[in-house]
Nanobody, 116 residues
Framework: QVQLVESGGGLVQAGGSLRLSCVAS????????MGWYRQAPGKQRELVAS???????NYADSVKGRFTISRDNAKNTVYLQMNSLKPEDTAVYYC??????????WGQGTQVTVSS
């Protein structure tokens, strides 16, 4: 069974920074994609950023230049460095692990609140 545990959310003022972490445990195959999604109240869950096990990254246009996704394969951990935060970044952030032939796994979510 695969488990994902997120940490690092919190309350920050606009312009501030936060770093989210997500640790995966269990039966994790080498080739996978890890990503961060977010869901604001009344809105659909959306992709923020993703990174393959080879290090290829993808970002939502709204966070390009402000957020950076990275991963440590030895620790099965993915990070999201969030800088220049805006009130519209407020959401619950979810970590996702996608493994071919096994499916998708989600963390429990961590709240990020950006005050104006």
């Amino acid at each position: 069974q695969v488990q994902l545990v997120e940490s690092g959310g919190g309350l920050v003022q606009a312009g501030g920074s936060l770093r989210l972490s997500c640790v995966a445990s269990g039966r994790i195959f080498r080739f996978n994609v890890m990503g961060w999604y977010r869901q604001a109240p009344g809105k659909q869950r959306e992709l923020v950023a993703s990174i393959t096990s080879a290090g290829s990254t993808n970002y939502a246009d709204s966070v390009k230049g402000r957020f950076t996704i990275s991963r440590d394969n030895a620790k099965n951990t993915v990070y999201l460095q969030m800088n220049s935060l805006k009130p519209e970044d407020t959401a619950v952030y979810y970590c996702k692990l996608a493994i071919m032939t096994m499916g998708d796994y989600w963390g429990q979510g961590t709240q990020v609140t950006v005050s104006s």
